[in-house]
Structures are given as C-alpha cells and as structure tokens.
C-alpha cells in the first residue's frame, strides 16, 4: 500500500507526541526503570481490556508470541536508557542523542529485509553523525546522556524494523499488547540486577505520587497506546527508515517544549543548536532524494 499525505500528517502527530516524553520522564519523579515498569503495564492493561471488549482473539501462535514478546525487551531497554539520558543530561541532549535512528535503521533494514544497502541513506546517516560531533563538542559535559541516546536510538532502530515485518501478519494493537506485556516482563526480570548494580539505595521506588499517577497515565495512553499503535499500523505503509527519519523531528519539538516548560535548565551552547540543525536537515533532504532515486531506478527498468 501507498502511504498518503494523511499518513505524513499523522506520523507528524505522533512525533509530537512523542517530543512530550522526555519532558515527562523529568516530570515524574520515581526512577527511570520504574517509569517503565509503570508504563508498560498501564499499557498492556489498558489494551487488553480494550481487545477484550472488541472481542480479539489472543491467540497468535507460539513462535509468534515468543517473537513478540522478545521485541517487547528490546523495547523496555530503550525506554530505560531513554529516561535515564535525559536524567543524567538534559531532555534535549536525550533528544539530540536519538536522532541518531536514521543512521542505525540504514545499516539495520537492508539487514533484516535482506535488500540493498541504499548510499544516500548512509551519507544522511552519517551526515546525523557530523551533527552529533557538533553537540559533544561544545556539550562534552553531556557525554554520558548522549551515549545512552545513542544506544536507545540503536534500539529503537532494531524493533522498528522488526513491527514493519510485524505488521504484515498482525493487526497494530495486538503487536502492541505483547510488546508492552514483553516490555513489563523485560522490566520485571531486569528489577533484581538494577537493586544490586544500578539503584543508589539498592531499593525500588514503586509508590508515585498523585501528579506522578496523572503522567504516568498520560504516558501510558497517549504516547503509548494510541502513539506507539498508530506508529506500528502506519508502518503498512511508511519504511522504517521514513519514520526514524522523520522521528529526528522529535528533538526540535521536543526542545522547544523542553526550554518553554524548564527554562534556564534546557539552554545550551550555540553548537548544540547547530548540531542539532544538522541532524535535523536530514528530514528534509530526504524525500528529494528519495525521488530522484526511485525515478533512476525506475529509468534503468525502463531500459532493460
């Protein structure tokens, strides 16, 4: 199927969404891992209660649970090095940091879709990289929250790539009511090692506050359920390389939040600014070339 200018629009959407969840990782005020704990089985609650009512058959086969489930880890570790970037940096150098999607998803696509590798993506790619060489720089304080984005991107590129073959064998809610029971389990099994290794007072914080229950909620529902289902049916139609093109939009929305919501806090040196025009540029010179490199391919058939 052919993606629409709806469907654009849409991705656009939810990319703002998604800019908002950084800003609400700092809002909330338990630990990173339990945010995710939280908000995996707010998650899966809701949506298992919403395919109950809708009457959908659970049953997906074995293998295909399995598979499931397992991108449902992957996720929690991108969640848990997410929050946790923008805990020991800021919300928008954890912003920056994930811009870095696009890079890994062009290595990681032609790898799972067993297609060629296309240059042009690479050279956007590594044009994100030359951004991201701008911000540590200038943001070299940051270092540490930059590489846990940066790994949190690699992640998100990975399980990106897998919903789109998802996708074409199940329905966008079903694949996100495992994942996110996944993701729980994934989080669940990860508690004991983050008490003895990670936690300051090697205990858990598992009672929010009543501010803490309206993010966590808002997290769980809006940038989770209906953000993270729709991304997954958009992907029918949308690569995963276009939409973690277009999710490097994130930071600039995300920013923007970020400095009128804390202020003093998010403002950073001029070069984390350029770097991050840098790697946002890439957005834009995308669809050019994209269409001028379907339209020589498609000359080169014509030829044969």
């Known amino acids: 199927m052919t993606a629409t200018t709806k469907d654009y629009v849409t991705l656009h959407f939810i990319v703002w969404i998604w800019g908002f969840t950084a800003i609400l990782g700092l809002l909330i ?18 949506l298992g209660v919403m395919l109950h009512f809708r009457r959908h058959n659970f049953q997906l086969g074995y293998k295909e ?31 920056a940091g994930m811009a870095t999607c696009s890079l890994w998803t062009s290595f990681v696509e032609p790898w799972v879709n067993k297609r060629k590798i296309k240059i042009f993506e690479v050279v956007l790619g590594l044009v994100v990289i030359v951004g991201l060489y701008i911000i540590f720089r200038f943001q070299f304080n940051h270092a540490l929250g930059l590489l846990m984005a940066v790994v949190s991107a690699m992640l998100s590129a990975l399980f990106s790539v ?44 598992l009672v929010p506050t009543a501010m803490d229950w309206l993010y966590l909620s808002i ?86």
């Open 219 to 304: 997290l769980a529902l809006i940038c989770t359920v209906y953000a993270f289902s729709v991304s997954v049916e958009l992907m029918k139609r949308i690569s995963a390389f276009v939409v973690n093109l277009t999710v490097n939009l994130e930071p600039v929305y995300g920013i923007i939040l970020a400095v009128l919501i804390f202020g003093e806090k998010e403002k950073m040196e001029p070069g984390f600014y350029w770097g991050t025009l840098i790697i946002l540029a890439s957005v834009l010179v995308y669809p050019v070339i994209n269409k001028r490199y379907k339209r020589k391919a498609l000359e080169v058939d014509n030829l044969r």
């Open 29 to 46: 005020s338990i630990p990173s891992v339990e945010i995710v704990w939280y908000r995996t089985m707010l998650a899966f609650m809701a």
């Open 162 to 205: 897998i919903n789109g073959q998802l996708t074409k064998k199940h329905g966008p809610y079903m694949i996100t009511f495992y994942e996110m029971l996944g993701a729980f389990l994934g989080t669940s099994l990860f508690f004991p090692v983050y008490m003895t290794h990670f936690a300051s007072d090697g205990q858990l914080h």
């Open 65 to 95: 649970v399995l598979k499931i489930l397992g991108t449902g880890f992957i996720i929690a570790a991108h969640w848990i090095l997410f929050f946790a970037a923008a805990r020991v940096s800021t919300a928008s150098v954890c912003l």
